[in-house]
């Protein structure tokens, strides 16, 4: 005789399973038993004393009702309740519809499929002067060459920028989208002169140095300071300083004489910036990993705990102390990905007609870290 493994045990079954105990008293001769008159597989001695237990206590051997939202979910009404909802108010995310019109995420977005509406993100566009596009060509090539040299290189490298946090918060482009049938070709307006603060790091393969908070604009004075007191001391802390490159770009902070006669002294021949022994193409802060990788992780972050001032964003930041701590162990990952994004640019135009090529690989590092 053959057994048949039960899928579900039926109502049938499961009133012969608790009347086969209530007979023998025994877990096994019920296994038995129901073989016999089921030719089927037997359930386990617990299934077999929690059917028992069930019907001691509710009197009943079936599944109480299940809570929740029903399976059903996608019916003509839920699709004609979700398009009334996004002609409303097209921006809204698609777990704000799941809640609005009561149906499961999942459920959504099978909707939002048969319904042909699609989510357009808003891109953000930095515009590009001309001339632009040959410098930032002749440095793509210039500095994979070096890397074809010495792949070590990009591990020596630090890359550092200022990020601006803000009390209004930022654009997150992952959960900004539009919903319609059709590119709506969105834009965003942002306020500008709003209160802040603004902060330096600097990434590598060896960690972060940072973050840095500046009290005011951020000048020639004190963009030297903290390269006198915060990166060389750290950098010598971590490494033999003589190998290492340090990245900055064309903001006039870093293009002071001051600033530049310091890097030559500290850093010869091994500083890339505007002016300097290796030229950083401007405008270009698509080429670097704290643009598309750690300054959006960071500022997610950051404003997950809804600041109110200046205050909140300088002292009362756990991120700090915990987060920051989290970022740094992604910052060699991160700049294996960038190793790879800049050495696979063929043909090496790429870097400017397809200037993505590093944003998409760190945007994936970003989405895998959350």
């Not at 608790?18 to 001695?45: C, L, N």
């Not at 951020?218 to 490159?245: G, W």
């Amino acid at each position: 005789m053959t057994l048949i493994m039960a899928a579900r045990l039926s109502t049938e079954e499961r009133v012969a399973i608790v009347r086969m105990y209530y007979e023998s008293k025994s877990t096994t001769q019920v296994q038995r038993d129901f073989r016999k008159s089921f030719a089927s597989q037997p359930p386990r001695r617990e299934t077999v004393l929690d059917l028992v237990r069930k019907f001691e206590a509710t009197g009943s051997v079936a599944d109480r009702a299940r809570s929740g939202r029903p399976r059903t979910a996608n019916t003509e009404e839920s699709r004609a309740n979700l398009r009334t909802t996004l002609q409303r108010s097209p921006q809204k995310s698609s777990r704000r519809l799941s809640g609005e019109v009561g149906v499961s995420h999942m459920a959504v977005w099978r909707m939002l499929q048969e319904l042909n509406y699609r989510p357009f993100r808003p891109r953000l566009i930095h515009a590009l002067h001309d001339g632009d596009a040959d410098r930032r060509v002749e440095f793509c090539e210039f500095f994979l060459d070096m890397v074809d040299e010495d792949e070590s290189l990009l591990d020596r490298v630090y890359w550092s920028d200022e990020a601006s946090f803000k009390l209004n918060g930022h654009i997150n482009r992952h959960n900004c989208v539009y919903w319609a049938e059709e590119n709506p070709h969105v834009t965003i307006d942002r306020e500008v002169n709003l209160l802040g603060v603004n902060v330096w790091c600097a990434i590598s393969s060896q960690g972060i140095i940072g973050p840095h908070f500046f009290d005011g604009t951020v000048n020639s004075q004190s963009y030297l300071a903290l390269l006198k007191e915060t990166l060389l001391p750290e950098i010598r802390r971590r490494n033999d300083d003589e190998d290492v490159y340090f990245q900055q770009d064309g903001a006039p902070p870093h293009y002071a004489q001051a600033v530049r006669d310091w890097l030559d002294e500290n850093f010869p021949g091994r500083w890339i910036g505007r002016r300097g022994p290796i030229e950083w193409p401007a405008r270009s802060p698509d080429l670097t990993p704290p643009d598309f990788f750690l300054w959006g992780v960071v500022k997610d972050i950051v404003y997950a705990n809804k600041p109110r001032t200046v205050e909140d964003l300088k002292d009362e930041m756990p991120w700090v102390e915990y987060h920051w701590s989290y970022v740094r162990k992604y910052a060699a990952q991160c700049l294996r990905d960038c190793k790879n994004a800049w050495t696979s640019a063929v043909p090496r135009r790429n870097c400017f007609e397809q200037p993505n090529i590093m944003n998409k690989k760190l945007e994936y590092l970003r989405y895998k870290m959350k």
